[in-house]
């Protein structure tokens, strides 16, 4: 598998919309600068969502806007509707991610309408989005398992993914939100949405609460899916998905890349330095099997 993958960091965003610890705005605009220096090029860097769902994204406006002298990268904002819209596009967001759910409790918990009022409600904010020219992607959770119903059906989401397509988005991001995916339902799951949405623009986004995101991103690329979503670190989570850890860690992906012959530009070195720099302000250990292992490599190393 020698060509190229293009890796979306959501570290900023899914990475800390769940954290205890509150995180200031110059630190997020670091961690996001440091992700940057790293190599890392496409960033989610904020939610305009409700202060009372999620606290942890308040200021998204100010870390965007404190971003945007970085002419090196590409900044995404997760909009659940046209005040969040509103606001994301006087903060300069030139592109933006609408969220559905392919279970109907999912959705309800999450952004407190159904599937079919998402998709509804979504529609002012695509057509705002392109005459203002900013770039939407799609997001569709729970595509294979939902904390509330179990086991989410192929068609549930191929239904939903086409309606996102259908309304314009760019690519659609596929949420495994509880991380319950194995490598053949990832296939199996990709094979059908394949068959509404190109490949190219289908985008695996796994937690890694069963430890088989890896895995699942390897079969997944041998079906012919080229986008992974991952946050450094392996933070992530969503108050409304119980019992679900991070996202898939970036450095996890990085080294798994690049060891099938998938050059991607990441300076490992950088990214864990970036990873140790929001653990130790979020105050835990992080989940990145690799940057463990960097990390105890360093500190055996300054033993010697
Ligand atoms: P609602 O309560 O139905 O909204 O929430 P509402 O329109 O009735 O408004 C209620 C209050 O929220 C009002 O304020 C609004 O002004 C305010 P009040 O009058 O009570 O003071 N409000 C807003 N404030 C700021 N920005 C906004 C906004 N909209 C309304 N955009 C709503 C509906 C969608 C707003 C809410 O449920 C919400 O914000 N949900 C977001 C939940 C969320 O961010 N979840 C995590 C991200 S999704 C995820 O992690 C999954 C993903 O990673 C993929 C995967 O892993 O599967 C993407
Ligand atoms: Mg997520």
């Not at 994301?88 to 159904?114: L, M, T, Y």
């Not at 294979?144 to 086991?151: A, K, T, W």
């Not at 392996?234 to 050059?263: R, S, W």
Request: charged residues 20%; glycine residues 10%.
């Amino acid at each position: 598998m020698s060509d190229t993958v293009r890796i979306f960091e959501v570290g900023p965003r899914d990475g800390l919309q769940n954290e205890k610890t509150p995180v200031s705005v110059a630190d997020r605009i670091a961690f996001i600068e440091a992700l940057l220096d790293a190599g890392l090029h496409t960033i989610e860097v904020g939610a305009f969502v409700s202060p009372k769902a999620i606290p942890q994204m308040v200021n998204s406006d100010k870390v965007l806007r404190g971003v945007s002298h970085r002419k090196d990268g590409e900044f995404a904002v997760l909009v659940p509707n046209e005040k969040g819209y509103a606001a994301a596009h006087a903060a300069g967001a030139r592109e933006i991610a609408v969220f559905a759910a392919a279970s109907e409790s999912f959705s309800r918990a999450n952004i407190n309408c159904s599937i079919a009022e998402s998709i509804e409600r979504f529609m002012p904010v695509m057509t705002r989005a392109r005459a203002d020219g900013i770039k939407v992607r799609g997001y569709v959770s729970c595509v294979l398992g939902c904390p509330y119903e179990g086991e989410i059906k192929p068609e549930a989401v191929v239904d939903v993914a086409k309606a996102l397509w259908d309304l314009g988005c760019y690519e659609i991001s596929l949420g495994d939100t509880i991380g319950v995916g194995t490598p053949l339902k990832s296939r199996q799951l990709l094979r059908a949405v394949s068959g509404v949405v190109p490949m190219a623009s289908l985008a695996m986004h796994f937690h890694d609460t069963y430890g088989q995101a890896l895995a699942n991103l390897y079969a997944g690329m041998e079906e012919g899916a080229r986008v992974i979503d991952s946050a450094a670190g392996g933070l992530g989570g969503c108050p409304f998905a119980p019992g679900a850890t991070g996202n898939v860690a970036t450095e996890d992906v990085v080294y798994m890349l690049e060891g099938t012959g998938i050059k991607t530009g990441v300076d490992m070195t950088k990214l864990v330095a970036a990873t140790n720099q929001i653990s130790k302000l979020i105050g835990r250990a992080p989940a990145s099997r690799v940057a463990n292992a960097l990390n105890a490599k360093g500190r055996a190393a300054n033993n010697q």
